[in-house]
């Protein structure tokens, strides 16, 4: 089973795009069209922005989104998926790059989410935290111990886990990490507590803006965050998709499940083509894997 899988927020990198735009008609069509979309020329941020103007959460997931679907509608017809999978705001590339979801309905969704999360953000001060070097069990009892919201919010391989909550909870549950012998517990500089509770708000907004897009089957099976299960029924999709915000990403065990159901080669599409295959090594260090 060959595998396409996509990225999400903190894949962005500065200039990401303009070969693209500069070498291929079909993608400086599509960029051309998502600025229109957009009201605005997202295209001048992703080609000329500093790594700071493509931090903002409304830029990011667009131009991440952008990146990763403009690629794969490049590939033309050796863009042959037969499983596709997504990292949290990757999923919705996914949906898109195997068919579930229109180039313009997609961006709509995503630049959507980005206002979305960008209100819930500003509206309780909140942050995420890196922890690598102990199990998920481990961490997952220190953040329930705590009386603060804080929750696992990123499996993102053995071995390394994103938690996410208030800024006392993180703060304290990093503190817990640290002396329950983590390789290293540090806090991360984002905007808030993405995949956590504290993003309800946002989760009702795009809920009702998910139920009104037409999401078809997608070609092949697309392996979602929340329950990291295979699935090509669009009413399963749109309710995960709904959940997928207050849910944490569970790319651990989408990985082991990829596996396990016979995956033999693992594309990476968009951002640096890194971060999600090195996330495989993890997993499985003898697995083919490139970048598209």
Known sequence: MKAYVFPGQASQFEGMGKDMYEESALAKGLFEKANEILGYRITDVMFEGTAEDLKQTKITQPAVFLHSVIKAKMAGDDFQPEAVAGHSLGEFSALTAAGSLSFEDGLKL??????????ACEAQEST???IIGLDDEVIE???????????????NCPGQLVISGSIEGINAAVAACNEAGARMAVVLQVGGAFHSPLMKSAEDELKAAIEATNISAPKCPIYQNVNAKASTDPEEIKANLIAQLTSPVRW???????IADGLTEVVEAGGTGKTLRGFFKRVDRKLPSSAL
Do not use: G
Request: charged letters at 20%; a negative charge.
């Open 141 to 155: 009892k220190i953040c329930s111990d705590l009386d603060e919201v804080v929750v696992a919010a990123n499996y």
């Open 110 to 119: 995503v630049s959507q989410r980005a206002d979305a999360m960008q209100k």
């Open 252 to 258: 651990t065990q989408t990985m082991q499940n990829m």
């Open 128 to 130: 995420m935290a890196a």
